[in-house]
């Protein structure tokens, strides 16, 4: 389910709020579609605590004359170089922007995120805009990089408790006894890599990296194929299912029990010729810059990356059952969303529904590829696989990154 992330306050300026909220609520009566920005849009999303001492607003710029009558500031409209009008005027002491970028359309903005407070919805610019557009060395960029962390380190915090309750018993319903799945992986490791052997490099002394590896199968089928095979979860649950199915399949692994984007300095150490990433684990990033990174630090020179995740069509954009498709999505929104974690499905009953749950950030195949390429990591191919289910036919399902870490 998406939720409003409700604004939390760390500093609380009552008429500052009501004096905002006044002004959206008048201009509602345009009506005119509004978009918070600046220095208010980064207050209100917590980026900073100190109270602006201006409410600056985007809104839709052909009704600019109507909104600055309501505010009798009619008079006051002026245009900077041909992109944008504005008008100032002051509202209870304090002073209110209103910008009109020509030629643009406030409510199709894909940097336009929902927001509320004390119950009443507004719009504000995301993050995500301003990661794009601020010079390097900025205050403000400097604040929301420092304010991703903070967020990135809570949703970790989050998943941990997550994900170290009751996966254990999620993996057993799902693959069975750690016994069963290792004689199974011992049997015929080549079969669970059957979907990434195109891709892979030779395996035999290869060193190998599972980030955010879950329950391990396919590693431990890698490692039971010759790679020196480490995984990396956040979860111990999830560990106990891996080095016990390894066990039972009589190979070894090497299982970190850390947050990956708190890796020791120690290991990244450019040493990894293969590092793997598959199904459900970027939206757990609030930013992809940081998990890039670490990729990028883990690979030695020529070293490759092999990502393979659930493709945005299907996980933002389009809604399914049966032969009926429906678009109930918007691909382009940045919303965090709250949903129940991800094994919760492979639970039986009552604990399904009083299963955790976990904040995400689903992105877009744009900004995935991108995020990886900014790290310095070159794309070797990008392969979007289509959904094998008859009924959705035409669809894709998953997509298949492969990038390299330049020799020089």
């Not at 005027?89 to 209103?98: E, K, M, S, W, Y």
């Not at 890698?222 to 080095?243: C, F, K």
Request: hydrophobic share 45%; glycine share 6%; proline share 4%.
């Amino acid at each position: 389910m998406t939720k409003y992330l409700e604004v939390n306050l760390l500093i609380s300026d009552k008429l500052w709020w009501q004096t905002l909220m006044t002004v959206l609520n008048r201009l509602a009566t345009i009506p005119i579609d509004t978009t918070l920005i600046g220095s208010t849009s980064l207050f209100v999303q917590g980026v900073t605590t100190t109270i602006p001492d201006t409410l600056e607003i985007s809104l839709q710029w052909d009704l600019m004359a109507r909104a600055c009558a309501l505010f009798e500031a009619h008079e006051g409209i002026q245009q900077r170089a041909g992109c944008y009008e504005y008008c100032v005027f002051t509202l209870n002491g304090i002073a209110v922007h209103l910008y009109g970028y020509l030629n643009t359309v406030v409510v199709t903005d894909p940097d336009r995120l929902a927001y509320q407070h004390a119950g009443q919805p507004f719009w504000v610019k995301a993050l995500d805009f301003y990661l794009r557009t601020l010079p390097a060395g900025d205050v403000d960029l400097q604040a929301i990089r420092a304010y991703l962390r903070r967020l990135q380190q809570e949703n970790s915090q989050l998943n941990q408790a997550a994900w170290n309750q009751d996966a254990y018993e999620a993996w057993i319903h799902r693959h069975g006894t750690p016994q069963s799945l290792g004689e199974r992986l011992r049997k015929d490791p080549r079969q669970r890599l059957s979907m990434l052997s195109q891709y892979l490099v030779p395996l035999a002394g290869c060193k190998v990296i599972n980030l955010l590896g879950s329950h391990g199968a396919k590693a431990i089928a890698m490692s039971l194929l010759g790679a020196d095979v480490t995984i990396v979860d956040i979860s111990q649950e999830n560990a106990h299912y891996a080095r016990e199915v390894a066990a039972a399949a009589q190979t070894q692994i090497r299982y970190l029990v850390a947050d990956v984007l708190a890796l020791a300095p120690a290991e990244l150490n450019a040493s990894y010729q293969l590092v793997f990433m598959e199904l459900g684990i970027l939206h757990y990033f609030i930013d992809l810059a940081p998990l890039a990174r670490i990729v990028q630090q883990l690979l030695s020179p020529g070293g490759r990356l092999i990502l393979q995740d659930f493709h945005p069509i299907s996980t933002k954009l389009i809604t399914s059952k049966g032969k009926k498709h429906r678009v109930t999505g918007n691909y382009f929104d940045k919303t965090i969303i709250v949903k129940k974690v991800a094994f919760s499905k492979h639970l039986p009953g009552q604990e399904q529904k009083d299963a955790p749950v976990v904040y995400l950030r689903q992105w877009t195949l744009g900004e995935i590829v991108t995020a990886f390429a900014a790290a310095g990591l070159l794309i070797r191919r990008l392969d979007e696989e289509p959904n094998s289910k008859i009924d959705d036919i035409g669809l894709p399902k998953t997509f298949t990154l492969v990038a390299e870490k330049p020799t020089a």
